[in-house]
Nanobody, 114 residues
Framework: VQLQASGGGLVQPGESLRLSCKASGVRVSINSMNWYRQAPEKERELIAALTSSGTTNFVDSVKGRFTISRDSVKNTVYLQMNNLKPEDTAVYYC?????????WGRGTQVTVSS
């Protein structure tokens, strides 16, 4: 299983970014897919989840601003982030589990600063 995250960058508060997670070795349409983030000196936290049935869940701090979706043809999961805030600055990671093993992609840095 390989997860390749991309799409991070430097944006100003209020702007948007879309992160992508290209998966191989696992089908995003049948595996639950997650996005985590880790801010400096903070623990990694789960911020968005997409189950195989299409149910989505978000941490309170991003509800209403972030959405998670998938493209089964491209085998890719997306995290659309709108109205970004400085406190969203973090390294963002794509994650999935299979057979009780957790797989992580390399993180992509998101920096929100004026």
């Amino acid at each position: 299983v390989q997860l390749q995250a991309s799409g991070g960058g430097l944006v100003q508060p209020g702007e948007s970014l879309r992160l992508s997670c290209k998966a191989s070795g696992v089908r995003v349409s049948i595996n639950s897919m997650n996005w985590y983030r880790q801010a400096p000196e903070k623990e990694r936290e789960l911020i968005a989840a997409l189950t195989s049935s299409g149910t989505t869940n978000f941490v309170d701090s991003v509800k209403g601003r972030f959405t998670i979706s998938r493209d089964s043809v491209k085998n890719t999961v997306y995290l659309q982030m709108n109205n970004l805030k400085p406190e969203d600055t973090a390294v963002y990671y794509c994650n999935t589990q299979r057979a009780s093993v957790s797989f992580w992609g390399r993180g992509t840095q998101v920096t929100v600063s004026s």
